[in-house]
């Protein structure tokens, strides 16, 4: 249900399910397939790649390490267009103490055509859910192809 507050904002309320608890719910569910995908995350550092059969690889990048949380990346390197892309690309935070994983940032293929990270905001509870939500999917759908295995990745030379 939309109300318009006035001609340029438009409020959406969500839906009754849609609450905090939920979404805290959710990053329960995250951190708990990010259990079962990668449950050496703690020891891990720098780029790890799992590979599936017939499945693209999953690669993992771990951009912080601190006592209580770890920040890293979960791409696939798309091939589109002759060239390797990461589709999809999302930033999370694993709250170790909580036991929970949170989506931080979506990077999209932007109106320029380029991909650019869309940091999520406290307000947007919205995006919050939708992000949380695919984040979700794709960790199980990840687990049921096989995923799990995660081998330490050479630093490239630049």
């Not at 390490?65 to 979960?74: F, N």
């Not at 320029?112 to 695919?134: D, E, I, V």
Request: glycine fraction near 6%.
């Amino acid at each position: 249900m939309h109300a318009i507050v006035d001609d340029s904002v438009l409020l959406t309320r969500l839906a009754p399910g849609h609450r905090l608890a939920h979404l805290m719910r959710e990053y329960e569910r995250n951190y708990e397939r990010l259990q079962f995908l990668v449950p050496e995350l703690r020891q891990l550092c720098g780029c790890s790649v799992s590979h599936a059969e017939a499945e693209p690889d999953l690669y993992l990048e771990v951009l912080d390490q601190a006592a209580y949380t770890t920040t890293m990346v979960l791409t696939y390197a798309l091939e589109i267009d002759g060239t390797h892309q990461p589709e999809p690309d999302v930033q999370v935070r694993v709250y170790h103490d909580a036991r929970m994983a949170e989506v931080l940032a979506v990077r999209e293929l932007g109106p320029s055509g380029r991909f650019g990270w869309c940091p999520l905001r406290q307000s947007a509870m919205s995006r919050k859910w939708r992000f949380n939500r695919f984040l979700g999917k794709w960790l199980a759908y990840c687990l049921q192809q096989g995923h799990g295995q995660f081998e330490r990745l050479a630093p490239s030379s630049a």
